[in-house]
């Protein structure tokens, strides 16, 4: 099984940037779909970004879409979300996840491995 553990939010104001990273342990993670979600509060876990096994497939949501973008270095274990462009509406707990089909699945339930989170605030 793999673990995951999430590091790099915080505080920015609107239009900065923030780094997250996603560490994985335990079984090998290469062969993982990686996902990144996030949730508001009051609010359910909304889909950000996902990106296959190789790094050569993404599907992002449109509300992130030229904003964000996920990667991955599989040698290190560790997947990331380049957030560019803040705003507000993005301040969210951000979540790291893994499943290990090939789907890009935008649905959170297919994901059977999450991190604890990370918060992530946007001030205006």
């Known amino acids: 099984q793999v673990q995951l553990v999430e590091s790099g939010g915080g505080l920015v104001q609107a239009g900065g940037s923030l780094r997250l990273s996603c560490v994985a342990s335990?079984?090998?993670?290469?062969?993982?779909?990686m996902a990144w979600f996030r949730q508001a509060p009051g609010k359910e876990r909304e889909f950000v970004a996902a990106?296959?096994?190789?790094?050569?497939?993404?599907n992002y949501a449109d509300s992130v879409k030229g904003r964000f973008t996920i990667s991955r270095d599989n040698a290190k274990n560790t997947g990331y979300l380049q957030m560019n462009s803040l705003k507000p509406e993005d301040t969210a707990v951000y979540y790291c996840?893994?499943?290990?089909?090939?789907?890009?699945?935008?649905?959170?339930?297919?994901?059977?491995?999450w991190g604890q989170g990370t918060q992530v605030t946007v001030s205006s």
């Open positions: 335990g079984r090998t993670f290469s062969s993982y779909t």
């Open positions: 996840a893994t499943h290990r089909t090939t789907e890009l699945s935008t649905n959170p339930y297919v994901y059977d491995v």
């Open positions: 990106l296959n096994w190789s790094g050569s497939r993404t």
